[in-house]
């Protein structure tokens, strides 16, 4: 048996799918270095085929492209992009050359609570590249063209970590609420196992490889919770 690592209970948003390791209590917005810290977005726009979020505050972790985070441009002009001129030495972007950390597949960031881009709750997405000047990234979405919008929903980043088992414990008061595992297209109805909550309490579940942050509840009260314990 390997270690166990148990997180806070998380709380449900009722009428949306929660991401209960992600959203859990464990996770604190003090410390930006921690993998999963839920930081609100401001606003979101969308634009052939390419959203852009706009958060209050953008870690240089967790919110990369292939090419990493990328600085604020200290040369003018710079175009949107962050390109900038080679004097300077700043690095360019996904667009125009390599810049600091891994090179490579985008970070992936979880998506929920949004009310207007409710089409994006649940998502799990790949980072295209971000603009710290802008406090934005930017990931492929297919969708028709919207405007910049306000919306506060959450992102989390979700680093990649996969355990041997899990076993999921709900709040006695959560009626028939649902909650699921899967991978990346995990959704109510695509799942690899499941739990409803009208007669049982708590699910163990072993697999090998078991992504946390695919871990989800649909909820129809905001005070219905679920625990998750992870193995190594």
């Not at 690592?5 to 929660?18: C, E, L, N, S, Y």
């Not at 970070?107 to 590249?129: C, E, P, S």
């Not at 992504?211 to 193995?231: A, K, L, N, R, Y």
């Amino acid at each position: 048996m390997g270690t166990v690592r148990t997180f806070g209970a998380a709380t449900v948003v009722a009428g949306t799918p929660t991401p209960a390791v992600l959203a859990a209590a464990y996770y604190t917005s003090a410390n930006l270095a921690t993998p999963g810290v839920v930081i609100p977005s401001v606003s979101f726009s969308i634009s052939k085929g390419i959203a852009t979020i706009v958060m209050g505050s953008l870690p240089k972790t967790g919110y990369n492209g292939p090419n990493g985070y990328i600085p604020t441009p200290t040369f003018s002009p710079a175009s949107a992009t962050q390109s900038v001129n080679l004097q300077t030495g700043q690095p360019f972007d996904i667009f125009g050359g390599t810049a600091p950390g891994p090179v490579g597949k985008g970070q992936q960031v979880t998506l929920w609570n949004f009310t207007t881009a409710t089409y994006f709750n649940g998502k799990r997405v790949t980072v295209i590249d971000n603009n710290p000047a802008t406090k934005s990234w930017r990931f492929y979405f297919n969708h028709a063209d919207v405007g910049s919008t306000a919306d506060a929903g959450n992102t989390a980043p979700s680093p990649f970590q996969h355990y041997r088992a899990i076993r999921l414990e709900c709040g006695q008061g959560n009626g028939t609420d649902f909650v699921y595992v899967g991978d990346l297209n995990v959704s109510s109805t695509q799942y690899m196992a499941a739990l409803s909550l009208a007669g049982q309490l708590s699910i163990e579940i072993a697999s090998e490889n078991i992504p946390p942050e695919s871990i989800f509840i649909d909820g129809t009260s905001s005070s219905d919770t679920v625990q998750v314990s992870c193995v190594y």
